[in-house]
Every structure is written in C-alpha cells, then in structure tokens.
C-alpha cells in the first residue's frame, strides 16, 4: 500500500517531507508504549498486588485484576504511557524480583 501511495504522489508531482531522524527519535521516545508484567512461578499473588499497588500506583482492583490476569494468561498490560515514563516503573517491578517489559 505504502509503495502505491508513493507511486501516485510521484506521477502527481508531490513528494512528501523527509523525517530527520532526530525527528523520528523524538517521536519514538513520545509514542505511548505499554508495561508488560509477565508470569512467574515464584512470586505470590499478594506480592505482586503490593507491587502494582505501590509502583503503579494502581488500587486493590485493579491490581487484583491484573493479578489475576498476569496468572491465568501469563501477562498483562499494566500501564501505558511513553517510554521515559514507563522506563523507571519497569525498572522498580525488575528491582523487585517482577519480569516485566515495555513493548
């Protein structure tokens, strides 16, 4: 499709802008990404709520859903933001003994 699109703006005479790459790092660093806490066979149900609960910043509810989705489907996402935010919560569940992962 994108090969198409370039195809019709050439015949047409248009051409698109270049993104400079210092352009195209901003815009990654700004997208919103997700926290993925993933399951692990050592850690209680209880720990991990504590650690939604404190990191996360998320309440009883929501972390116990999350809990108990992390068990039964081996991950869950837990929040989203950009990467500079997300990075420092990723880095607080790792310090805890917690796999997660920013996608």
């Not at 195809?7 to 270049?18: C, H, V």
């Not at 910043?57 to 929501?62: G, K, P, S, T």
Request: charged share 30%; aromatic share 8%; glycine share 4%.
């Amino acid at each position: 499709m994108e090969k198409y699109l370039e195809k019709i703006l050439a015949e047409s005479g248009i051409s698109r802008p270049k993104k400079s790459p210092a352009s195209s790092e901003k815009s990654k660093a700004s997208e919103d990404r997700e926290l993925v806490l993933y399951n692990d066979n050592h850690n209680t149900f209880q720990y991990v709520t504590r650690c939604l609960m404190e990191i996360c910043r998320h309440d009883v509810l929501q972390a116990e859903q999350c809990t108990y989705l992390i068990h039964y489907s081996g991950k869950c996402v837990v929040k989203t933001g950009t990467y500079n935010f997300l990075k420092p919560l990723r880095d607080s569940l790792f310090d805890r003994g917690l796999s997660a992962e920013i996608k």
